[in-house]
């Protein structure tokens, strides 16, 4: 079944001046309940595009939407945006996520420690 993305938003940020954002999701034709999404925005005072959240539903995976939102987010940030880079964080131990992101053009930068107080 085809999936069509739709662009739900493209506006300036209203929760930063600083920021623009891209909301991209996917939708399954029948039921209209969104499947697939990325939600990317773009800090002018860091001249930097983030890809900030992307997910699919586990029985929509390994279909294509997440390399088709990855690239609609990419294409927004270079072609229309004109953004000199592209930055995400992803979990080191998320082999699929690791492997779409490097498909994409992505390499790893850096490693980090993610720490938490509860």
Not at 30 to 58: K, P, R, W
């Amino acid at each position: 079944m085809e999936t069509n993305i739709e662009i739900i938003q493209a506006t300036p940020n209203h929760f930063s001046a600083l920021a623009d954002l891209i909301i991209a999701q996917c939708k399954n034709a029948q039921t209209q309940c969104i499947h697939s999404y990325t939600y990317a925005e773009i800090d002018h005072h860091m001249n930097e595009g983030f890809i900030t959240f992307l997910g699919v539903d586990e029985s929509y995976r390994r279909k294509g939407y997440a390399i088709r939102l990855l690239q609609t987010a990419l294409t927004w940030f270079f072609a229309d945006k004109d953004m000199p880079r592209v930055s995400l964080t992803v979990n080191e131990r998320n082999d699929n996520a690791l492997a779409l992101y490097e498909k994409a053009g992505f390499a790893l930068r850096y490693a980090g420690v993610n720490m938490r107080r509860e």
